[in-house]
């Protein structure tokens, strides 16, 4: 049975909500598993706050990565009809489930333990690997990228990613022809990644994984980002590699990225296990398929500072990838 809100005399239009709007009704389904132990208590709205000036230091500092020098902009890649979205305002806005179910998890997601990481690559493989910090930022060709970005709870960015196309990984594991698809699995330690939904781990699928069809993540498009705005992720953002598909809504974007799997059959994946009949696997942008509780029609935009200020656009067919991708699903 569809979840209906009825909204509050004193509750702006739905017209002209902000985003934040969309972001709770995609956690109001989490109050049907009440039964299971979940309750409303952890379920905030986090609205767009002007942030003190203490706060706004303590945010340079996590987006004060090292630069990541000699990296040439892609010139396929160089240019979208939007400006590129400040950075702090994109460094404070996320979502990060493992730290919480709310968008400002930049401050908690500074827990994240990179120092020490590894990413490993196994499955039906010819080659498995085991790649750290200075093979992901040495053994491929880096390059910067600036793509659109698309919430499925319709608000999107324009981002300049730094990263190499994830059809390298490809090259250099050679999956076996039993290989069809391959699942990311996401960094997860209880101890560490300690968000409001993660205390909950009994109840939820655990590790964050998602998943392509090869034929996805052999496409230029596919990317593992490992830098942002010319320096290196901050942890906010998924470092110190995530996924960047965008032809996709933001959730198949894994990030803090420990496990690439290649596998033989169509893996589980966070979301369409909870709600598969609102997240499904393949989860390509598309404006004519409405979300079961909004419109996916518009998006509003996340482009100017310094503070927010969200521009309504028209959503466009695979994010405006189409040239790229569309001939994957015919």
Known sequence: MPIIRVPKSWEIPE??????????????????????????????????????SSENVELDKTLNKPKLTGV?????????????????????????????????????????????????VTGLVKNPRTY??????????????????????AWSMVIPWIGFPMRDIIA???????????????????????????SLVKKLPWPYQ?????????????????????????????????????WKYGFKGAKSIVKIEFLEKQPATYWNTLVPDEYDFEANVNPTKPHPRWSQATEKFVGKGPGFSWERKETLPYNGYGKYVASLYV
């Open 72 to 120: 040439k902009l892609n010139p396929a890649f160089a240019q979208v009809d939007r400006p590129i979205t400040d950075e702090k305002l994109a460094g404070q806005y996320n979502n990060f489930y493992e730290f919480g179910s709310g968008k400002s998890i930049w401050q908690a997601a500074q827990a994240l333990p990179t120092d020490t990481w590894k990413v490993e």
């Open 132 to 153: 750290d910090l200075d093979d992901l930022q040495k053994k491929f060709n880096l390059q910067e990228r600036i793509y659109r970005f698309r919430c499925v709870e």
């Open 172 to 198: 250099a594991v050679e999956p076996t022809s039993q290989a069809k698809f391959v699942r990311f699995s996401s960094y997860y330690d209880p101890k560490v990644t300690h968000g409001s939904l993660v």
């Open 15 to 52: 017209n002209e909500v902000t985003p934040e709007a969309a972001f709770y009704n995609r956690r109001r389904f989490l109050k049907t598993l009440v039964g299971a132990g979940l309750g409303a208590s952890i379920l905030p709205i986090v609205g767009c706050e002007q942030s003190s």
């Open 210 to 246: 998602e998943g392509l069809r090869i034929e996805e993540m052999a496409n230029d498009l596919a990317f593992f980002a490992v830098g942002i705005y010319g320096h290196l992720l901050p942890d906010q953002h998924g470092a110190p590699i995530r996924a960047v598909l965008p």
